[in-house]
């Protein structure tokens, strides 16, 4: 990896100019909206399960600023690094061990008894960041920021929301080539419980 920065940058100052990065993960994303609910909802959704979906208007789920978006990484997620067009190796494992993490934690301190998580899982599709005139590369230099779901969901739940490079955003994100979905069972979290787990931790 030092042999590939070295390269990369002696190229850069041959050409005169910065470089580009551009970093890009294909897989499974989610989009997962986490709703406080009451009792009564609490109940009614555990009634009536898959079929809550299709109470209200359609999509009405992922209204609001509820939603958290991220792309799974597991065995089946493919990742490409590019430094001015040329493939670069990249650690995937390094950057989701060292990213910031996101978790509810809104909904944790507020009065809410009751979340229901609705959404998918499954959806696959392309993520691509790109930082463009870079004046140099640093393979330690990106950051993630992680969704961690692991509270609310099956232990483990993680997802990559988002990368900056050397604590810069990226100038463009894009987010292509979906494949469909496929609704998860809604799941109703006790929060108290949550809380409960949260402090003996």
């Not at 910031?100 to 809104?106: D, I, Q, S």
């Not at 993520?127 to 920021?145: E, H, I, K, L, T």
Request: proline share 4%; glycine share 6%; with cysteine.
């Amino acid at each position: 990896m030092p042999q590939c920065r070295i390269f990369l940058e002696i190229m850069c100052c041959l050409r005169g100019q910065s470089m580009d990065i551009v970093l890009t993960f294909t897989g499974s994303s989610c989009d997962l909206a986490l709703h406080p609910v009451s009792s009564r909802t609490a109940e009614n959704i555990r009634t009536n399960g898959r079929k809550i979906y299709s109470q209200k208007y359609m999509n009405w789920w992922r209204r609001g600023n509820t939603r958290n978006f991220g792309m799974r990484i597991d065995a089946a997620t493919t990742v490409q690094l590019t430094v001015d067009g040329q493939p670069v190796p990249f650690d995937t494992k390094a950057l989701m061990a060292t990213g910031t993490t996101l978790n509810p934690e809104l909904f944790l301190g507020s009065r809410a008894r009751f979340m229901a998580v609705m959404g998918f899982t499954d959806e696959r599709c392309t993520y691509r960041w790109v930082w463009r005139n870079v004046d140099s590369f640093d393979a330690n230099a990106f950051a993630a920021r992680v969704l961690d779901l692991s509270p609310c969901l099956t232990e483990g739940f993680s997802a990559l929301s988002d990368v900056t490079y050397a604590g810069r955003a990226a100038d463009e994100f894009n987010w292509s080539n979906p494949s469909g979905f496929t609704l998860i069972d809604p799941v109703v979290v006790d929060l108290d419980r949550v809380r409960l787990e949260e402090r003996v931790a």
